[in-house]
């Protein structure tokens, strides 16, 4: 029998999925890495969210595994070539999150533009924040999206259509379609940080663009300027974005992501009345996880009648 083991939680509909196509299904939620170790043995499919993450430690104990589900999109917590050279494969679902991310996104940008997180902070503790809560339109303005992808399209879709903003983009390559559909211009990145009043950050977390944006990155935007994470922590060197959101290199910022996961309670960020922090939870709707939990057991239980192991 085919076992396949959930290290982390996914939607019901994608566990019966599983079962129904007659494979066995155990569950553990985001076990550290001797937990997964000793879970990993016996089991032919491992499915995993962004946590937890499976080094080639886990992938080395394996003595069964064939394949790995990621539910959803980045496979930077996955040994994907440890996974590699032993033969075992990698899916994602990618545009199951697509929707989530960009839409989150464009909350982050609205809730830094018009100061909203700020404003219920103050008026819980008894104020009225109406005179320093000045903030800025969108409208008209300058969105450079840096990784035109699934989840920058998106993000561009509702900033072009829905208030209006130009957008600036910059990536691997030039994406033509991309170009078409916004009528979005190809920027060396530096210029891009030059010109944009909000930069959105959409690129996988890859040794390239670890620390992508760095100090000498962030002083080159405006100082009004509005930078946006919801990809991955490290791509933006947090002690630089601190000094540039404490000395006002930039007006502020929306995190989603994190170097460090859960964000630490003493944390400089949290000192910061102009960044708003979210909880990594981009990909955390209903209809998100639904699809993603859908969508990986799906590939998996093909997978493996591909294989020929069940019916
Ligand atoms: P995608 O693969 O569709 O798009 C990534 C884009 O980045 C592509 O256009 C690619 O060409 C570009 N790119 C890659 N490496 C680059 C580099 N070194 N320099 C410049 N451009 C580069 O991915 P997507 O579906 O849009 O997802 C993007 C990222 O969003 C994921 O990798 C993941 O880290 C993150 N994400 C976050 C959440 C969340 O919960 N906050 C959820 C889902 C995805």
Redesign the pocket.
């Known amino acids: 029998m085919i076992r396949v083991l959930v290290a982390s939680k996914i939607h019901e509909k994608g566990i019966e999925i599983l079962r129904s196509s007659g494979i066995e299904v155990s569950r553990v939620e985001e076990p550290p890495e001797d937990e997964l170790i000793k879970a990993i043995k016996g089991v032919h499919g491992l499915i995993v969210r ?1 946590k937890p993450i499976v080094t080639k430690r886990v992938i080395n104990a394996a003595d069964s595994l064939l394949v790995i589900g990621r539910a ?3 496979v ?1 917590n996955i040994d994907v070539e440890a996974a590699k050279t032993r033969g075992i494969e990698v899916l994602t679902s ?2 199951a ?2 929707q ?2 960009a839409e ?1 996104t464009i909350g982050l940008i609205l809730a830094v533009a018009r100061k909203i997180a700020f404003c219920d902070r103050r008026i819980r503790a008894g104020e009225w924040p109406k005179k320093y809560a000045m903030g800025v339109e969108l409208s008209g303005k300058v969105l450079g999206i ?8 998106a993000v561009a879709r509702i900033a072009k259509f829905g208030f209006n903003m130009e957008i600036v983009y ?4 030039r ?1 033509i379609e991309f170009e078409e559909e916004f009528g979005a211009k190809y920027l060396p ?1 530096e210029e891009l940080l030059r010109r944009a009043d909000v930069v959105s950050i ?5 040794e ?2 670890m620390h ?1 944006i760095n100090e000498e990155k962030l002083r080159l935007m405006k100082k009004n300027a509005i930078l946006i994470n ?3 922590g490290a791509i933006v060197d947090t002690n630089a974005l601190v000094k540039a959101l404490r000395e006002g290199w930039i007006a502020g910022a929306g995190l ?2 994190f170097e460090q996961e859960p964000l630490p309670s003493n944390h400089p960020l949290l000192q910061l009345d102009n960044v708003v922090l979210t909880s ?5 709707t209903e209809e998100a996880q639904e699809r993603a939990g859908v969508d990986i057991a799906k590939k998996i239980v093909e997978f493996f009648r591909a294989k020929g192991y069940i019916k």
Do not use: K
């Open positions: 962004s959803g999109v980045g930077d990618p545009e999150t697509t989530s991310v989150l840096i990784g035109a992808g699934r989840i920058g399209s910059y990536s691997r390559s994406h990145l959409h690129v996988p977390l890859t390239e663009t992508l919801t990809s991955r989603d992501v990594h939870i981009g990909a955390s």
